[in-house]
């Protein structure tokens, strides 16, 4: 057994940084009510630990590669403890806000390097093995977030979710302390600094300006020069990256359509699978009335179907091409969304939303394993480690960038549903504040309920057109192969299957 232990400290790590980006979302309207924030500040609250996510994960796979994978890992470990440990301390939306980057900061740390830790630790079947049961991990992560946070935020209090990382943290660093061995790339390059600075200043601009969008308006001063300032910023990145010899991002990679439709594919698939969820749990807590553990339960069908469909696409997909694998799988994203819009009227419970929710994870389920392996096969051997976080890159960006868009979007249909009445009103919807109104003014049911559905009806639109957006991307990047190029890998290859297993 203790030649599992690597396997143990990595997989520690990994399902802690990944029950993070989702136990959140169940605690949100305690958070607004303990910390009296707004809209914005629970946006954030979600967003900067998945931008950090984003912004850092391929500068933190070349530090690990120069400096050490493990050495990185724990510092990771500890990073990410010391910030749990700050977020749950927190006593203002603004040190939360901070804390969670830095939790970001650590999760990247320990994300860049998990795989390259078990692929040093594991040789042939054990690799294999070792890696299908990190991404059943990553699955089992997604799926128990919710209900974790439920669980903790509804007995024990929201700052829980943050302590609860504590002993599991210390217990990681123990484990990898004791049975995993340094490893390092002896051909890495140092760090390219100038990309890292001009991607995360991008980034972080877009999404500000799209979480002030509702607030400031589209054609404000403040959202354009947002804007402006991230469109500087990622020309800035593009600049250094193709004239730097060290990039964190070989921007030839792009040159292949199948790359392309690997990036786009996993940035919409995170935008319109799980970006609602947050707005979707304001609903069934402040309006519905239901405690943090029953939200936390509505959201899992669609944890539960993803987790199970990919564990399956292996055996039953394996011979179908990535494009239908792929295109089919953000098309039913898109319209298990959909589904949720046609279904979500004033008045309805939580039962309507079941369906898309299923719908929706059967998608995630198909699509996830094969984006994984055509991105490792459309590059060469030695940059299939650049190529994999790069897609973990897409992805956490796409989940950052969702929110905000989407969080846009369920503030104007609230507005719109609420049928002239204050746009103060909408705000205080959209901070987990119906409760409130509702004990102020029982007659308010109504038109609470009808804001909420205008709202919520919103977002699933939008979030089905970005699924079918994807899927209509994807069959037209991926195509069949010229002569000596890379073939796409079938999803059961272990590596590339694994490593983006129904992970958010």
């Given at each position: 057994m203790r030649k599992w232990l690597p396997l143990?400290?990595?997989?520690?790590?990994?399902f802690m940084l990944l029950v993070d980006v989702t136990i959140v979302t169940v605690a949100l309207p305690d958070m607004a009510e303990d910390m009296k924030t707004g809209f914005a500040g629970l946006q954030w609250v979600m967003d900067v630990y998945a931008l950090a996510l984003a912004a850092l994960l391929l500068g933190a796979g070349s530090l690990a590669d120069r400096m050490g994978r493990r050495r990185v890992y724990l510092g990771g470990l500890a990073v990410f403890a010391a910030a749990s440990l700050a977020c749950g301390l927190a006593t203002g939306p603004e040190a939360l806000i901070a804390f969670r980057a830095v939790q970001g900061l650590g999760g990247a740390a320990m994300f860049a390097t998990t795989m390259a830790l078990l692929s040093s630790a594991y040789q042939g079947r054990d690799r294999g093995i070792a890696f299908g049961?990190?991404?059943?991990?990553?699955?089992?992560?997604?799926?128990?977030?919710?209900?974790?946070?439920g669980l903790l935020t509804e007995h024990f209090g929201w700052r829980w979710i943050f302590f609860i990382n504590l002993p599991f943290c210390?217990?990681?660093?123990?484990?990898?302390?004791?049975?995993?061995?340094?490893?390092?790339?002896?051909?890495?390059?140092?760090?390219?600094?100038?990309?890292?600075?001009?991607?995360?200043?991008g980034a972080g601009a877009l999404t500000y300006a799209l979480i002030r969008v509702g607030e400031n308006g589209w054609t404000s001063a403040a959202t354009l020069g947002l804007l402006g300032l991230a469109v500087v910023a990622f020309a800035a990145f593009v600049l250094v990256e193709l004239r730097s010899t060290k990039p964190m991002l070989d921007l030839s990679l792009f040159r292949s359509p199948h790359f392309v439709a690997v990036m786009a594919g996993g940035l919409l698939l995170s935008g319109a699978a799980f970006s609602y969820l947050m707005y979707v749990s304001l609903w069934l807590q402040s309006a519905e009335g239901m405690g943090p553990v029953q939200a936390g339960l509505v959201?899992?069908?669609?944890?539960?179907?993803?987790?199970?469909?990919?564990?399956?696409?292996?055996?039953?997909?394996?011979?179908a091409p990535p494009r239908l694998t792929i295109a089919g799988g953000l098309l039913l994203i898109g319209a298990g969304a959909l589904l949720q819009a046609w279904m979500t009227d004033p008045g309805d419970?939580?039962?309507?939303?079941?369906?898309?929710?299923?719908?929706?994870?059967?998608?995630?389920?198909?699509?996830?394993?094969?984006?994984?392996?055509?991105?490792?096969?459309?590059?060469?051997p030695a940059r299939a480690g650049m190529a994999g976080g790069a897609l973990n890159t897409s992805r956490q960006l796409g989940n950052a960038l969702g929110i905000a868009v989407l969080g846009a979007v369920f503030h104007a249909g609230l507005v719109s549903g609420l049928d002239g009445r204050p746009r103060q009103t909408a705000d205080v919807l959209a901070s987990g504040g119906a409760g409130r109104l509702l004990a102020e003014a029982p007659d308010a049911a109504r038109w609470v309920e009808a804001a909420f559905a205008s709202g919520l009806r919103e977002t699933f639109l939008a979030s089905g057109v970005m699924g079918v957006a994807g899927a209509l991307l994807v069959a037209l990047l991926i195509r069949r192969p010229a002569a000596g190029a890379p073939v796409p890998a079938r999803a059961s290859a272990p590596a590339a299957a694994a490593s983006e297993r129904t992970s958010v």
């Open positions: 143990t400290a990595v997989c520690l790590g990994a049961v990190w991404g059943a991990v990553n699955g089992a992560a997604a799926a128990a977030g919710p209900i974790v946070g210390a217990l990681a660093v123990y484990v990898t302390v004791k049975a995993v061995a340094e490893s390092r790339n002896p051909r890495a390059t140092g760090l390219d600094l100038p990309g890292m600075v001009t991607f995360t200043a959201l899992v069908p669609m944890s539960l179907a993803a987790f199970v469909v990919s564990a399956l696409a292996g055996r039953l997909l394996h011979a419970g939580w039962t309507a939303l079941v369906p898309g929710l299923v719908l929706t994870g059967i998608g995630v389920g198909m699509a996830t394993p094969q984006l994984a392996a055509v991105a490792m096969a459309s590059v060469a």
